[in-house]
């Protein structure tokens, strides 16, 4: 098992298309909902807990081998918004163009093969992982960091918010991290014994309708 | 190694000049340079002198609209299902030339939709003097700038500038306008550029983009020998 390979997929410049969306922070900055660094922390607490728990579990139960086919119905079935469901299969499809130029291998191949539109970007990134030699603790930690990370970044372009207040937020929010990667991991383990329903379904229902608000609007800085 | 992918799905990243079948793809040409300048203009130009002879696509990165995509399509100057925005999280140069994944899905669809292809033209998001596109993204790249933006651009340089393997210096018809100085730039740019080619089009006047049109053709025919 490689730990440095964490580092290559946890890459804020790994070029699997990330930079393009700011995981709900647009549309919040938008609603004046995020407008300093302390609502930004309040907005990835939020996130972290909702749509980043569900993402690193559905990550770790992909880098642990269970189907993917059945993980991507499972993803599907906790995005109620379309929008976000073709955002995340978008990202999915590029994430695993990037695996696999990074970490060759067949599983990846039959990946791209079954899922031509792109299956759920943490289920393609548990694969990513598995293939670059990582376990389901590393994949659920790259889901977790990339659900915070996606919006700090996006809101210091938005807000033009002082960069180092950003990852403050980010810095602060990594004790927390620590506990929800924990209880991702633990979801992921009981859904490998006892079926997928043992994975978390929390949701965070302002970011599904903002997406389908942001999704409409004619200018946009961002993708979701 | 290229000879058959079928056994491994589709190829992981699209810098190979083949199809599966062994044909060659599309010549993919990147058109870069400062907001303003003329790509979009000069994309449509290129589109409706090209159009009748070649099977063509374009890609447009916007930084905030779909302003480029929707001019060209109430331009009218392809039919809409060739033409795919994608958008580049308020960085253009980054899905340009660091991470070019969702460029090269969207040229992989418009080849899968509306393919074979000949030419895909991928316009850039209008950026600073120092963007210049991937060559994982586009086989061969041109910069657009003006001389409405200062005639010392050329003396300036950049990467842009210097290094695209085409400059074009658009709008020469508000040369008089503005007080640029036209030769000073051609022997500016010729200066940086030393071999790699320089032209000057104003799209107003009677010859247009025809200069920039048959250097395309020739690129192309480069491509499929
Ligand atoms: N006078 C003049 N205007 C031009 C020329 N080419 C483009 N324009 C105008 O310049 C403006 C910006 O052009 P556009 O193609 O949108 O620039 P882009 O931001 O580089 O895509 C538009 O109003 C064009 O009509 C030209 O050769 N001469
Ligand atoms: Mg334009």
Same mark, same amino acid.
């Given at each position: 098992?490689?730990?440095? @390979?964490?580092?290559?997929?946890?890459?804020?410049?790994?070029? @699997?298309? $990330?930079?393009?969306? !700011?995981? $709900?922070?647009?549309?919040?900055?938008?609603?004046?909902?995020? !407008?300093?660094? @302390?609502?930004?922390?309040?907005?990835?607490?939020?996130?972290?807990?909702?749509?980043?728990?569900?993402?690193?579990?559905?990550?770790?139960?992909?880098?642990?081998?269970?189907?993917?086919?059945?993980?991507?119905?499972?993803?599907?079935?906790?995005?109620?918004?379309?929008?976000?469901?073709?955002?995340?299969?978008?990202?999915?499809?590029?994430?695993?163009?990037?695996?696999?130029?990074?970490?060759?291998?067949?599983?990846? %191949?039959?990946?791209?093969?079954?899922?031509?539109?792109?299956?759920?970007?943490?289920?393609?990134? $548990?694969?990513?992982?598995?293939?670059?030699?990582?376990?389901?603790?590393?994949?659920?930690?790259?889901?977790?960091?990339?659900?915070?990370?996606?919006?700090?970044?996006?809101?210091?372009?938005?807000? !033009?918010?002082?960069?180092? %207040? @950003?990852?403050?937020?980010?810095?602060?929010?990594?004790?927390?991290? %620590?506990?929800?990667?924990?209880?991702?991991? %633990?979801?992921?383990?009981?859904?490998?014994?006892? $079926?997928?329903?043992? /994975?978390?379904?929390?949701?965070?229902? /302002?970011?599904?309708?903002?997406?389908?608000?942001?999704?409409?609007?004619?200018?946009? /800085?961002?993708?979701? | 190694?290229?000879?058959?992918?079928?056994?491994?799905?589709?190829?992981?990243?699209?810098?190979?000049?083949?199809? &599966?079948?062994?044909?060659?793809?599309?010549?993919?040409?990147?058109?870069?340079? &400062?907001?303003? =300048?003329?790509?979009?203009?000069?994309?449509?130009?290129?589109?409706?002198?090209?159009?009748?002879?070649?099977?063509?696509?374009?890609?447009?990165?916007?930084?905030?609209?779909?302003?480029?995509?929707?001019?060209?399509?109430?331009?009218?100057?392809? &039919? &809409?299902?060739?033409?795919?925005?994608?958008?580049?999280?308020?960085?253009?140069?980054?899905?340009?030339?660091?991470?070019? =994944?969702?460029?090269?899905?969207?040229?992989?669809?418009?080849?899968?939709?509306?393919?074979?292809?000949?030419?895909?033209?991928?316009? =850039?998001?209008?950026?600073?003097?120092?963007?210049?596109?991937?060559?994982?993204?586009?086989?061969?790249?041109?910069?657009?700038?003006?001389?409405?933006?200062?005639?010392?651009?050329?003396?300036?340089?950049?990467?842009?500038?210097?290094?695209?393997?085409?400059?074009?210096?658009?709008?020469?018809?508000?040369?008089?306008?503005?007080?640029?100085?036209?030769?000073?730039?051609?022997?500016?740019?010729?200066?940086?550029?030393?071999?790699?080619?320089?032209?000057?089009?104003?799209?107003?006047?009677?010859?247009?983009?025809?200069?920039?049109?048959?250097?395309?053709?020739?690129?192309?025919?480069?491509?499929? =020998?």
């Amino acid at each position: 098992m490689t730990h440095a @390979a964490l580092l290559v997929l946890a890459d804020g410049r790994f070029p @699997a298309g $990330g930079h393009a969306h !700011s995981g $709900g922070a647009e549309a919040a900055v938008k609603a004046g909902r995020i !407008s300093c660094a @302390a609502d930004l922390e309040d907005f990835c607490r939020g996130r972290l807990h909702t749509a980043g728990l569900v993402a690193g579990a559905l990550a770790a139960a992909a880098a642990l081998g269970l189907d993917p086919r059945e993980l991507d119905a499972a993803a599907d079935a906790r995005t109620p918004s379309p929008a976000l469901r073709l955002a995340a299969r978008r990202l999915g499809r590029q994430l695993l163009r990037a695996a696999r130029a990074s970490w060759p291998c067949p599983e990846l %191949d039959g990946i791209a093969r079954s899922f031509p539109k792109g299956a759920h970007q943490p289920v393609v990134l $548990g694969l990513a992982a598995r293939a670059a030699g990582l376990g389901p603790a590393e994949a659920a930690y790259c889901a977790l960091y990339e659900s915070v990370s996606g919006p700090a970044t996006a809101t210091v372009r938005l807000l !033009s918010l002082d960069p180092f %207040d @950003a990852t403050g937020v980010l810095a602060r929010l990594a004790p927390e991290l %620590d506990a929800v990667a924990r209880t991702a991991v %633990d979801a992921a383990g009981r859904a490998a014994a006892e $079926g997928l329903q043992a /994975l978390p379904a929390a949701s965070g229902p /302002l970011l599904e309708i903002m997406a389908e608000a942001h999704a409409s609007w004619p200018a946009r /800085l961002f993708a979701s | 190694m290229h000879l058959d992918h079928s056994h491994h799905g589709p190829a992981a990243v699209s810098a190979d000049a083949h199809r &599966p079948d062994g044909t060659r793809r599309a010549l993919r040409i990147g058109l870069g340079g &400062p907001v303003g =300048s003329g790509k979009t203009a000069t994309v449509a130009a290129l589109c409706r002198q090209l159009r009748d002879e070649l099977s063509l696509a374009v890609v447009t990165n916007d930084i905030y609209t779909r302003e480029d995509a929707e001019f060209l399509l109430r331009e009218a100057v392809l &039919p &809409p299902e060739r033409i795919t925005a994608v958008e580049t999280g308020a960085c253009p140069h980054t899905a340009i030339r660091d991470d070019i =994944s969702a460029n090269l899905e969207a040229v992989e669809d418009l080849e899968e939709t509306v393919g074979p292809l000949d030419l895909i033209l991928v316009e =850039s998001g209008g950026d600073n003097l120092t963007a210049t596109f991937s060559k994982g993204l586009v086989d061969a790249q041109i910069f657009v700038i003006d001389v409405a933006g200062g005639d010392d651009i050329p003396r300036k340089g950049g990467p842009g500038v210097t290094t695209a393997d085409l400059l074009i210096v658009n709008k020469t018809d508000l040369a008089p306008y503005v007080g640029s100085d036209l030769a000073r730039m051609a022997a500016d740019a010729k200066a940086q550029r030393a071999e790699l080619p320089v032209i000057l089009q104003s799209l107003r006047g009677d010859s247009g983009v025809t200069e920039v049109a048959a250097w395309v053709r020739e690129r192309l025919t480069a491509w499929t =020998s």
